[in-house]
């Protein structure tokens, strides 16, 4: 069973263990993961109190989706409007997979 979150401008991934916390963000269709730097994390200043740690892109919609799939850590990114519901490589195509440990 493939389970998934999607992932658009306006509507991030905050993921927390309780010690650092991280998000997934769109922002002009590319993903970005970034980092908390200090208290006030996201609602400061970028490269003060958060950074940017990696940028995906795949040329698509700038809409992924994050999740587990066949036992693999998925991202996803829409390439047309059909989206997730349409055919793989045609209508979304995957960015990234790894095998779970």
Request: aromatic share 10%.
């Amino acid at each position: 069973m493939a389970q998934y979150t999607t992932i658009s401008t306006g509507n991030p991934l905050e993921i927390t263990n309780n010690i650092d916390t991280f998000r997934y963000n769109v922002s002009s269709s590319l993903l970005y993961l970034d980092k908390e730097i200090t208290s006030l994390g996201f609602d400061g200043a970028e490269n003060v109190d958060w950074a940017s740690i990696t940028a995906y892109t795949g040329g698509g919609l700038g809409i992924f989706r994050l999740g587990v799939r066949s036992l693999h850590w998925v991202m996803d990114e829409i390439l047309t409007p059909t989206g997730f519901i349409g055919d793989e490589n045609i209508d979304w195509k995957n960015v990234q997979k790894h095998k779970a440990a």
